[in-house]
């Protein structure tokens, strides 16, 4: 303090520009050296506050450390990614475009490709086909290697499964870094071949075992030499590698050993309609392309910036937490060390220079703090990336140190320290030296103009929320407006924008609402009066510990009320391809002609026995009427008839009223299935009555969608086939005299015959089956069905694994004429996915915030209970002022959080209209989160034991 010293000593209250204007020895930098040594004593000294505050810095500037780490290591460099590419080769080509037909690509990303844009923005490609060898487009003499990449049919230990395959020499030593060699040998003769390590589990063979192939000539029959490691593929991929390109059949990639390629010279081939990837390129790519080309790049670029998006997001939220909670340790930190400053200021210090050492105080801690978060950021994500890693090249690129961005989050760090420290360092410029010196505390008091502007962003929040919903649900009523309109744009900020004012609102006023509460609570008992004044009478440190409360609760009230109401709606619109816990298998066909009825038999045959592969207990076969067109177009289909359950008038839409539909998910157009009475049961996943099951076999029709019934019966109506294929029936949706002429919509024509035909209701709306018939009531009405669908129930859900072998034994399964779409119903998305983490993740930040909080508020009052034992207070009077002090703090943050946050959820409601309904929000859970969770937190401050009071320092009164 040599140079304080030497400074003129001020007296408390002198006029600082007067004293400013007066010359001083020893200039600004020596009282910034003097300042910066305060600072670093006060933080060597106050080691818990200090280590308080480093943690609430670090934490955040970890997490974002991590993830930046995480994200750069998952793009790769231009290094990284021809070597994955290539290998050790120098480029590939291959022949995808029409020669001269101005076929473009970008230079590092040939997937981006094309043809010259037409007027409308778009390309269409010319008539032609590519070359089927680019040999002949590279220089006499070229060497190339021919891979081709697809799937092939290979005989595995649990039957016959479609696996990723690479046809050609992979195993080329030109090709290390693609393709590794990882044990045995590699491949030297036709009749050899290699796997990838987890393929010899899945084949249940070893080295030197047989590998079979379906389809390939002339054996299919391979000695397996060895293993590949793919770099594109994890660890867990099974893949196989075969001599011959031939053998593949896929994408055709002629690689080139020794050939570099620059940029002149892959635009040369693209005249060719041949793309390139060149090593050369990539690693010096031009800098003038065409815009379709840059669009490539910017494409890259966009990835990059969602991750500094993500990272400008996560730390606008991280540095108001930790501004709020280290403020308030800092708070606390400035009026311990008023006397010491006091000191300081009697021998020569401005109010500025206190203020600085306070407000570098802050600075010392944010570099500890960023440099501590920093370092641990980049551990977890070695961590992360340790434990996750697939082996997969292409997962994670390398060990990615994105140092221009980690220099931002430290320089980061350093700032949040500072703006944590500036409130109390403007506080200590107003402190009274003399009382200080005493020993004196002033108690805090609201000044009148908080509360006011606290009052008007509460009131203007609110009103800006609530309005933008009602707003957006308007501009849903104007369909003349323009769908990109910035009028429709702004009612959604609004809705965010609001509560954020609410919460700020809130923070103005923290201290008056404190007060206002103390008032309240001084009635209940000692300990709440004690504990609601002492958080009103250190509103500095009280209410930016319950402000970063507010926040953490605001975001997670205001994510879980929008995904519960999108949730719930999901689930109201779910379309079940089965019933929950069923499978289905459908029969499609694989072109534009429809399935003919014997191989729809054949292939429901096949349907049922996959299903019985996987464990299936039963499996229905479900028919209907071939689509109507086909039928009309099919040989003998001219003397067809398509019948069809009616729905009544009643509930057939306006077009001039309804602008969409609801067929609650199922299938309004064509709702007749034929099902046989032994298999209804499964095919609905329901158990029904015997008297149900008579009245079927008897003629009744099982009704699952109750619109349908009328009068306990429904109407079914019969037309000829080109009526039904040219749209001259009812669709069951718009009421077919109101229909719009613009529509071009032909007359709907007299049915054949209609009948009354006796329902059974039950109520299973939102699967496929809404009207069902048994196969003798469709003979008696002249209804041709065929098997459409298999739907198979199991006693115990099958394994993930089951599924997948059900998946690759579908597609192999399929013919020419038909293939099988096998799908497992598991029902829509349970909200406990996302609700379980988010509500751990806000209860560990608030339980966070709150300890710090109440561990000042303990900190900041051992003279108050030296006082309090030393006039007769019991530990249990402590403890129940504890139990007060964190049900202020927390039940504080909560309830303002939740009242902000839910305010968000409200008003995309009012603006959906329909879609996503305020009644669907967990009122409960947000209850529970506002008054549950700070009773808990309270009852732990009254569990945790007070410090026994230090009564050394008391002074005797005589």
Do not use: C
Not at 516 to 526: A, C, F, N, P, Y
Not at 552 to 559: D, E, L, R, S, W
């Amino acid at each position: 303090m040599t140079e304080l010293l030497e400074a003129p000593v001020e007296a408390s209250g002198t006029d600082d520009r007067a004293t400013d204007a007066a010359p001083r020895r020893g200039g600004g930098w020596a009282r910034w050296r003097v300042a910066a040594r305060l600072a670093r004593r006060q933080v060597v000294r106050a080691k818990g506050s200090s280590v308080l505050v480093v943690a609430l810095i670090a934490l955040p500037i970890a997490a974002m450390s991590a993830y930046s780490v995480y994200a750069m290591s998952s793009v790769g460099t231009p290094e990284e990614q021809a070597t994955v590419e290539l290998g050790a080769m120098q480029a590939w080509v291959a022949p995808v475009g029409v020669p001269d037909a101005g076929f473009w690509q970008a230079p590092t990303q040939p997937d981006w490709n094309g043809y010259p844009a037409t007027e409308n923005g778009g390309w269409e490609a010319p008539d032609g086909a590519p070359l089927e060898d680019p040999s002949g487009s590279l220089p006499g003499g070229t060497a190339t290697i021919e891979l081709t990449h697809g799937e092939a049919t290979v005989e595995t230990v649990g039957g016959t499964a479609r696996l990723e395959a690479w046809g050609g020499p992979a195993w080329d030593r030109r090709f290390e870094g693609r393709f590794d060699l990882a044990d045995g040998a590699r491949v030297t003769a036709p009749g050899e071949a290699m796997v990838t390590e987890a393929a010899l589990e899945r084949l249940g063979i070893a080295i030197g075992g047989e590998l079979t192939i379906e389809g390939a000539d002339p054996s299919g029959t391979y000695t397996v030499v060895g293993t590949l490691d793919a770099a594109t593929l994890p660890d867990s991929a099974a893949a196989v590698f075969l001599p011959d390109a031939a053998l593949v059949a896929g994408e055709q990639r002629w690689y080139l050993p020794t050939l570099p390629l620059a940029w002149s010279d892959v635009a040369a081939l693209n005249e060719d309609g041949i793309v390139a990837y060149s090593r050369e390129v990539v690693l010096d790519p031009p800098t003038v392309t065409t815009v379709e080309a840059a669009n490539a790049h910017q494409a890259w670029l966009n990835s990059i910036w969602m991750t500094l998006t993500v990272l400008a997001v996560a730390g606008v939220f991280a540095a108001y937490v930790a501004v709020m909670l280290a403020g308030a340790a800092f708070a606390v930190s400035a009026r311990r060390q008023q006397r010491a400053l006091a000191v300081a200021a009697s021998v020569g210090a401005r109010p500025r220079d206190l203020a600085r050492t306070i407000a570098l105080q802050g600075t010392t801690l944010g570099v500890i703090g960023g440099v501590l978060g920093v370092a641990g950021g980049i551990g977890v994500a070695a961590a992360v990336m340790g434990l996750t890693a697939t082996g997969s090249a292409t997962q994670y690129w390398g060990f990615h140190l994105p140092w221009p961005v980690l220099a931002g989050v430290f320089g980061f760090a350093v700032l949040v320290g500072t703006a944590s420290a500036l409130l109390p360092a403007r506080t200590v410029t107003r402190s009274d030296t003399i009382s200080a010196l005493r020993g004196a505390r002033r108690p805090q008091v609201p000044r009148a103009n908080r509360p006011i502007w606290g009052s008007v962003l509460l009131v203007t929040g609110t009103l800006i929320a609530l309005g933008s919903g009602l707003a957006a649900a308007a501009l849903h009523t104007m369909p003349d407006m323009a769908p990109d309109s910035p009028l429709r744009a702004i009612p959604p900020f609004g809705i965010v924008i609001g509560p954020i004012l609410v919460q700020i609102g809130v923070l103005i006023s923290g201290g008056w609402l404190l007060w206002r509460t103390s008032r309240v609570l001084s009635r209940i008992d000692l300990a709440a009066r004690i504990a609601s004044r002492d958080a009103a009478a250190n509103a500095s440190r009280t209410v930016p510990a319950f402000a970063a409360i507010a926040a953490t609760v605001f975001i997670g009230v205001f994510a879980l009320g929008q995904s519960s109401m999108q949730t719930a709606n999901t689930a109201r619109t779910w379309f079940y391809q089965a019933p929950l816990g069923s499978l289905a298998i459908d029969v499609m066909p694989p072109g534009m002609d429809g399935v003919p009825t014997a191989d729809a038999e054949l292939a429901a045959r096949a349907a049922v026995e996959l299903a019985e592969g996987v464990g299936a207990a039963e499996a229905a076969v479900i028919s209907r009427q071939q689509n109507a067109w086909f039928t009309a177009n099919a040989q003998n289909g001219a003397d067809a008839e398509f019948a069809m359950a009616l729905l009544p008038d009643r509930y057939l839409l306006d077009p001039s009223v309804e602008n969409s539909f609801s067929t609650m998910g199922q299938s309004p157009q064509n709702p007749l299935s034929v099902v046989d009475p032994q298999d209804l049961e499964t095919a609905l996943g329901t158990s029904l009555s015997p008297s149900d099951l008579a009245a079927y076999r008897d003629g009744a029709a099982l009704v699952a969608d109750p619109r349908y019934v009328a009068d306990g019966s429904i109407e079914v109506a019969a037309w000829p086939v080109g009526d039904a294929s040219e749209g001259r029936i009812p669709d069951n949706i718009w009421d077919p005299a109101k229909r719009p002429a613009e529509w071009g919509m032909p007359e709907v024509s007299e049915p054949l015959w209609t009948t009354d035909v006796e329902a059974v209701v039950v109520d299973l709306p939102l699967q496929p089956i809404s009207v069902a018939i048994s196969p003798a009531t469709a003979a008696r009405s002249g209804i041709v069905a065929q098997p459409e669908s298999v739907i198979a129930s199991f006693a115990t859900p099958p394994e993930t694994v089951e599924i997948d072998r059900l998946m690759e034994q579908a597609a192999i399964a399929g013919t020419a004429d038909w293939v099988l779409a096998p799908r497992y119903e598991s029902g829509p998305p349970s909200d406990a996915v996302w609700v379980i983490p988010l509500l751990a993740a806000v209860a560990v930040l608030v339980l966070g915030a709150s300890a710090v909080a109440l561990g000042l508020a303990r900190f900041e009052r051992r003279p108050d209970d030296a006082t309090l034992t030393a006039v007769g207070g019991t530990r249990g009077l402590r403890r129940r002022i504890g139990f007060w002090q964190g049900l202020v703090i927390a039940g504080f943050g909560t309830i303002a959080g939740t009242a902000a946050g839910i305010l968000p959820p409200i008003g995309f409601a009012i603006q959906s209209q329909t879609d996503l309904r305020v009644e669907d929000i967990p009122w409960w859970l947000l209850a529970g989160l506002a008054v549950g969770l700070p009773l808990a937190i309270a009852a732990v401050s009254w569990l945790v034991p007070p410090r026994h009071p230090d009564l050394t320092r008391r002074t005797a009164i005589t």
